[in-house]
């Protein structure tokens, strides 16, 4: 069964700290890595999404890696900001028979300060 | 925005009680996932619809039930609600089965007591 893990659970930096998230998975047989952003309380919006063939992605100040042998991934967010403050999600797309899915972590709970 | 709506937002309901929210997705979308969020918790799978039959169910027992319209629209039902059924629940879209960028709705907050 695959289990994703992120560390740390919540994170508080000042604004214009350069910082990274971590997610873990267990099962290294994926489609691919995604991660998401979910604001308080509302849906989740796309971020990046990296094939299990890629090493990285980068869109903008965020960056996030995948070692797909190792079962990591690394969200890279560069210069913060007091909008970045979200939780961040990471989620792993795999094939359960004939359906195709997203298992996620839990999410860590990014706060930026002014 | 993802072209993927949801309604209703909010919703109250006692122990017991049957749900049914709605999702519209977009527009060629043949694929819809189900998602249920608890408080502090990661998304978790479902089921999901292909062409109007259900293709794969998580860990969900059979009161959870789905329909899948042929104008991209598709329900959620919930028989005999128990307080844990408290959550977010989001509906993906996606073009394929395979597809591998799902787009999200907003999600429905349904409130057991």
Known sequence: KQEVTQIPAALSVPEGENLVLNCSFTDSAIYNLQWFRQDPGKGLTSLLLIQSSQREQTSGRLNASLDKSSGRSTLYIAASQPGDSATYLCAVYTSGGSNYKLTFGKGTLLTVNP | ?113
Do not use: M
């Open chain 2, 1 to 113: 925005e993802t072209g993927v709506t949801q309604s209703p937002t909010h919703l109250i309901k006692t122990r017991g009680q049957q749900v049914t929210l709605r999702c519209s997705s977009q527009s060629g979308h043949n694929t819809v996932s189900w998602y249920q969020q608890a408080l502090g918790q990661g998304p978790q799978f479902i089921f999901q619809y292909y062409r109007e039959e259900e293709n794969g169910r998580g860990n969900f027992p059979p009161r959870f039930s789905g329909l899948q319209f042929p104008n991209y629209s598709s329900e959620l039902n919930v028989n005999a609600l128990e307080l844990d059924d408290s959550a977010l629940y989001l509906c993906a879209s996606s073009l394929e089965i395979s597809g591998e960028t799902q787009y999200f709705g907003p999600g429905t907050r349904l409130l057991v007591l």
